[in-house]
């Protein structure tokens, strides 16, 4: 193939301009940010589901609680009544006051029995009540960190694209003035290659493979006319002759 000298310089540019395209696309993934979210993504995902089990236990001793209460009111209303029925005198029958009697101390231990449970469990609700309230606020701490985040993350992206939106328009300028042949022999060449299909030869070494050219690859460069559109023979990329190739 055969391309104006001038056409294959640009085409330098080209390549430049591609590299800060893949530069500013490699940038935009790799944003710190982005690691930062996910591993706050992860804690917040195992501070919601410590938040769930506590809110649960809280709920369930909230009801533990109730039905505890509730077996206290029992015993003392019927603790009650049979002080007010031994009080009353109604009863004169020897054996059956002793059955009463000993029916209020029972009932007496039963409720001091119930009022420990209901003690226990308003320490334990308590506790939960602690947990909710902790897990809450790292929670919401998390969640700010994470908005802080993507806050920085989307300034650095609209940046970013707005660069990439500058680069893309002047590589269209300058590929538009690179003969369409050579230009599509670029881009084949730069698919196949990791994104460089056209490199200087500096001081007789290819810069897209970094290999040296032997003395006869230097005879057959230095032979080609300056239209001759030379190409590497370690990577095969374009090779574009400079006043600082060497030759």
Do not use: F, W
């Amino acid at each position: 193939m055969n391309a104006a000298p001038a056409d294959q310089i640009r085409l330098l540019d080209v390549q430049a301009l591609d590299v800060r395209l893949s530069q500013l696309d490699h940038k935009r993934t790799s944003l710190p940010e982005h690691a930062e979210i996910e591993s706050l993504t992860k804690d917040l995902t195992q501070l919601r589901d410590l938040l769930v089990a506590a809110t649960t236990e809280e709920s369930d001793t909230a009801r533990e609680q109730v039905k505890a209460e509730q077996d206290v009111d029992q015993v003392r209303v019927r603790a009650v009544r049979d002080q007010d029925r031994l009080d009353s005198g109604a009863i004169t029958s020897p054996k059956d006051l002793e059955n009463l009697q000993r029916e209020i101390v029972s009932l007496a231990k039963r409720q001091g029995d119930l009022e420990d449970v209901v003690l226990e469990v308003m320490e334990r609700r308590e506790a939960a009540q602690e947990r909710v309230s902790e897990l809450t606020g790292r929670v919401s701490s998390v969640e700010t960190k994470m908005a802080e985040a993507a806050a920085r993350r989307d300034a650095a992206t609209q940046e970013l694209n707005a660069e990439s939106a500058t680069v893309t328009k002047e590589r269209e300028v300058v590929a538009g003035s690179v003969a369409a042949d050579l230009l599509k022999l670029y881009e084949k060449l730069r698919g196949q290659s990791g994104g460089v299909g056209a490199a200087r030869l500096y001081r007789r070494k290819c810069e897209g493979c970094q290999l040296e050219l032997n003395i006869t690859e230097v005879n057959d460069v230095r032979a080609a006319s300056p239209d001759t559109v030379v190409r590497c023979e370690n990577c095969r990329r374009i090779l574009v002759r400079t006043a600082d190739s060497g030759l």
